[in-house]
């Protein structure tokens, strides 16, 4: 289908495209709705597969709404981690990443925002790939939508895998509305995170949405020196402190650190104890990441991991640390499509 004239989150966040529907197809309102919960709560996405409709409401579908509009192209599973990484092929034929994390028995899916990354993050497989486009709020709801057909059911989802959210910001917030105030399967946004390397106006984007959705920023290191060499295009820490300042101020929700544990760039022990200001002042949670080493990116995982976690607990910082998963299956962000255009 060339150039569908509606989408999923039109449907769902658009009054006037239900209206236009009803009208220029001669479909009736209750057909909108049997569609959506084909595709939201059965995870059928072939129309000829849904029993109740009929020939018309059909052909409609198929010839004006987007459906599928990204197609597997590999899955890739880590058994003992209970990992799973799923490549996707866009219509416009470029390649984007997410991975499904099973924990006590619940999936968080890491989905994909861009194309790439304009980031450029020196120690990230994506940042390496370069940046090609924005995902539409459309790509990124199929996202989700997959990974519930894969899994049947998705209980988090963090926004964390190829790209920067805040620089598609509109359309990360047409998908998470759509997501939330959909009727058919509403999602809560308690369950949903955005992970921002730090750009500017995030803290003034996430008070604009409105919805209690968990932030979760990369600080990575506390020092300007080394976030200009491992993240060249992220805020500088002053003006990173500023946004979680007029977030703390207008948004009563704790803000998570993650902090990347990189052999002699993240772990020194002027880091570490600077690091843990920062986390008081803000009563932050810290999410500590074992380095996922990538082939062609010469950083190396830290070999503190442990002593660093003893530190912070003698600090009484609140903290989580997240081992390296999907190492088998190349799980680190963007490493996939970076392996291939690598071998191209
Ligand atoms: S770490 Fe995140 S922000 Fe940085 S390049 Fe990778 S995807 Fe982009």
């Known amino acids: 289908m060339v150039n569908p004239r509606y989408t999923l989150i039109d449907i769902i966040l658009d009054e006037q495209t239900r209206i236009n529907i009803i009208n220029q197809g001669k479909i009736k309102s209750f057909r909108i709705e049997q569609f959506l919960q084909w595709i939201f709560i059965h995870s059928y996405f072939d129309l000829n597969k849904m029993s109740n409709l009929d020939k018309l409401s059909k052909e409609f579908f198929s010839q004006n709404i987007e459906i599928l509009p990204l197609k597997i192209s590999?899955?890739?599973?880590?058994?003992?981690?209970?990992?799973?990484?799923?490549?996707?092929?866009?219509?416009?034929?470029?390649?984007?990443?997410?991975?499904?994390?099973?924990?006590?028995?619940?999936?968080?899916?890491?989905?994909?925002?861009?194309?790439?990354?304009?980031m450029a993050c020196k120690f990230c497989a994506t940042g390496n790939v370069g940046y090609s486009r924005n995902l539409s709020s459309s790509e990124m709801l199929w996202q989700?939508?997959?990974?519930?057909?894969?899994?049947?059911?998705?209980?988090?989802?963090?926004?964390?895998?190829?790209?920067?959210?805040?620089?598609?910001?509109?359309n990360v917030e047409r998908f998470?509305?759509?997501?939330?105030?959909?009727?058919?399967?509403?999602?809560?946004?308690?369950?949903?995170?955005?992970s921002t390397s730090g750009t500017k106006n995030f803290a003034k984007k996430m008070i604009g949405l409105g919805?209690?959705?968990?932030l979760s920023i990369s600080l990575h290191s506390p020092f300007d020196y080394i976030r200009k060499q491992i993240m060249p295009n992220s805020l500088n820490i002053s003006e990173l402190l500023n946004e979680c300042d007029l977030?703390?101020?207008?948004?009563?929700?704790?803000?998570?650190?993650?902090?990347?544990?990189?052999?002699?760039?993240?772990?020194?022990?002027?880091?570490?104890s600077e690091l843990v200001k920062i986390a008081r002042k803000y009563s932050a949670f810290v999410n500590l990441i074992s380095y996922n080493e990538v082939e062609g990116i010469n950083y190396k995982s830290s070999k503190k991991e442990?002593?660093?976690?003893?530190?912070?607990?003698?600090?009484?910082?609140?903290?989580?640390?997240?081992?390296?998963?999907?190492q088998k299956i190349k799980g680190a962000c963007g490493q996939l499509v970076w392996e291939r255009k690598k071998n191209q």
């Open 74 to 118: 590999s899955i890739l599973k880590e058994e003992e981690t209970d990992t799973m990484k799923i490549l996707l092929e866009t219509a416009d034929n470029f390649l984007i990443e997410m991975v499904i994390l099973k924990d006590d028995g619940r999936n968080t899916l890491c989905l994909s925002s861009q194309i790439g990354c304009p």
């Open 247 to 272: 977030y703390i101020k207008n948004i009563d929700k704790r803000i998570t650190f993650e902090y990347i544990l990189i052999d002699g760039i993240t772990d020194t022990e002027q880091s570490i």
């Open 176 to 194: 998470i509305k759509a997501l939330v105030f959909n009727k058919i399967k509403p999602f809560s946004p308690r369950r949903i995170t955005i």
């Open 144 to 170: 989700f939508l997959i990974a519930q057909q894969l899994v049947k059911k998705v209980d988090n989802i963090v926004i964390m895998g190829m790209g920067e959210p805040f620089l598609n910001f509109n």
């Open 211 to 214: 919805l209690p959705v968990k």
């Open 306 to 326: 442990k002593l660093i976690m003893i530190y912070l607990d003698k600090e009484n910082i609140k903290y989580s640390f997240r081992y390296k998963r999907g």
